[in-house]
């Protein structure tokens, strides 16, 4: 049972939704733990093969329906989800504090976020899907219309999860595709379970989303039948570009979609014509929100040489002030990092890096689970935190001077992700020419690497993957139709 001083959630359920229908409690369940210090937050159903199919069949039962449904009744149900969302806002808060180590700051971005992109989906089934084309048959019309793919199945995350898993839902449900999802071992509450609590009660008919939770290191029964279902047409995943090169593979031999949104390794370019204190800002939050935990976050900051220590000394003076400890306190800033495994990975590579001849300016060290805000500078190029090679997932921000912009640009994207990436600079044009030159999905002038908005496309180039979020997932979760109408006799060669 959890433990009665964990002060958790109203979430009434925590079982797998399949088909309309909350599992009966008393299957086999795991502990979901709070990162921070171990206690049990629930009892979440372990579930395999025999659940996820279920809940295959039944998203493809429903979706004819889902697919034929008028765009005003749909609208109608994902206004309810955003009002139901916003309603119940405060107990959700600190499920997400408990099991994700989340923040009160960052889990109310996440749900102002996740409303917004509910009353966005809202609108998107009236978004023209077609086109009539010329034809050079005389009589005939030709028509292109989108569809929807058929049944989805979505891999949530934990770390952005609450807004993450609305992003898994909604985007194929918004263009008349159901859902199966799997929220991450990590987090099935704040990754799929509410999501499913607030869709039932705004009324989707049911089987049109369904949840299967499993037990940690057992994924893979449950993702096994998303690749061998005929009903599923397309994988839409966010996580690492580690899994999702197993998953890509899987996904490529049985010839389905894919969709995903992968890491990040977003570099920040500060000119020195920039305004500093927004600069020192924007460096703090978008490094240091979530921990560090967000595909998103800065995690290298290219600084002209002449405000350089300037630069240094107010975002250290800055960021040495984030209170750090229980994200439940609502004045905490930096929580726990969500696993042993991560809590070792930032170590290892702080401590790579001063090895390697690096200057702590702040933090560098954890106290329990919670790993201090680090900044290093002078970090040598072959230490991991810095090669771009791979995203270290804690709040390590490496900084570097630079003389030349056009060096640094080039530098800042020499890694394999292209995710996103900002600079700052009073001179626009200057901005918007090294902006175009970026190879990523995203750039931000004059503002965090982490800017997003509920309405606008969200996704990466290279090894941070492929689609994009808002309207545009149309392209990701519909296929084209041509239809043609021919008002006269053909003229044939034999
Ligand atoms: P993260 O490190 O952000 O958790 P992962 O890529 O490890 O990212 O996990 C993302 C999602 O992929 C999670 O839902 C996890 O359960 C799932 N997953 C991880 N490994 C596998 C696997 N081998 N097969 C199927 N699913 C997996």
Redesign the pocket.
């Known amino acids: 049972m959890p433990d009665p001083a964990c002060s958790i959630p109203k979430i009434g359920r925590t079982t797998h939704y399949i088909d309309g229908e909350w599992a009966a409690p008393g299957g086999s369940t795991f502990p979901d733990r709070n990162p921070l210090n171990g206690t049990l937050v629930a009892d979440i159903a372990a579930g395999g093969r025999a659940e996820s199919q279920r809940a295959v069949d039944a998203a493809a039962a429903a979706f004819p329906a889902w697919a034929a449904m008028p765009p005003g009744e749909r609208q109608r149900l994902f206004l309810r989800a955003a009002d139901i969302t916003e309603r119940r806002a405060e107990d959700i808060v600190p499920i997400m504090a408990a099991e994700a180590g989340s923040t009160r700051v960052f889990s109310a971005f996440q749900i102002r976020l996740s409303a917004a992109m509910l009353r966005q989906a809202a609108s998107w089934g009236y978004l023209p899907y077609g086109d009539l084309m010329h034809s050079d048959v005389p009589g005939r019309i030709a028509m292109v219309a989108r569809k929807p793919l058929g049944v989805v199945a979505g ?5 952005g999860a609450f807004y993450l898993a609305w992003r898994t839902f909604l985007l194929p449900m918004a263009f008349g595709n159901t859902t199966v999802i ?5 987090a099935p509450m704040s990754a799929g379970l509410i999501h499913a609590e607030i869709l039932e009660e705004a009324g989707f008919p049911k089987g049109s989303f369904n949840v299967v939770t ?1 037990a940690p290191g057992e ?2 029964a449950v ?1 096994d039948v998303f690749f061998e279902h005929p009903a599923v047409r397309c994988i839409n ?4 570009d ?3 090169r ?2 890509g593979a899987r996904a490529g031999a049985a010839l389905k979609r894919m969709v995903m949104e992968l890491g990040g390794f977003n570099p920040m370019i500060v000119m020195a014509d920039a305004d500093l204190e927004d600069a020192v800002k924007a460096t703090t939050f978008g490094a240091f929100l979530h921990q560090g935990q967000v595909c998103m976050n800065t995690r290298k900051v290219y600084v002209e040489r002449s405000i350089h220590d300037e630069f240094v000394d107010k975002l250290a003076a800055r960021v040495g002030t984030l209170k750090t400890g229980d994200p439940a306190d609502p004045g905490v800033i930096i929580g726990p990092l969500i696993n042993e495994k991560a809590l070792r990975q930032t170590e290892e590579r702080v401590a790579d890096a001063v090895n390697k001849g690096a200057r702590v300016v702040l933090g560098g060290e954890s106290e329990g689970m919670i790993f201090q805000p680090t900044i290093l500078t002078e970090v040598p190029a072959d230490a991991i935190c810095t090669t771009g090679c791979d995203e270290t ?1 804690g709040p390590l921000l490496v900084i570097q001077a630079f003389d030349d912009p056009e060096a640094a640009l080039a530098e800042a994207q020499a890694t394999p992700y292209g995710l996103s990436a900002s600079i700052m600079t009073r001179d626009h044009a200057r901005g918007l020419d090294m902006a175009r030159r970026f190879d990523t999905g995203i750039v931000h002038i004059n503002a965090p690497t982490m800017a997003s908005e509920a309405s606008l496309p969200v996704g990466g180039v290279k090894d941070s993957g492929w689609g994009r979020s808002g309207h545009y997932a149309i392209e990701d979760f519909t296929e084209l139709r041509l239809t043609t109408l021919s008002q006269l006799p053909g003229h044939y060669p034999f």
């Open positions: 891999f949530t995350p934990w770390n799997k929220p991450s071992e990590e499993h994924a893979a993702a995943f966010t996580g690492s580690k899994t999702a197993i998953l997932f």
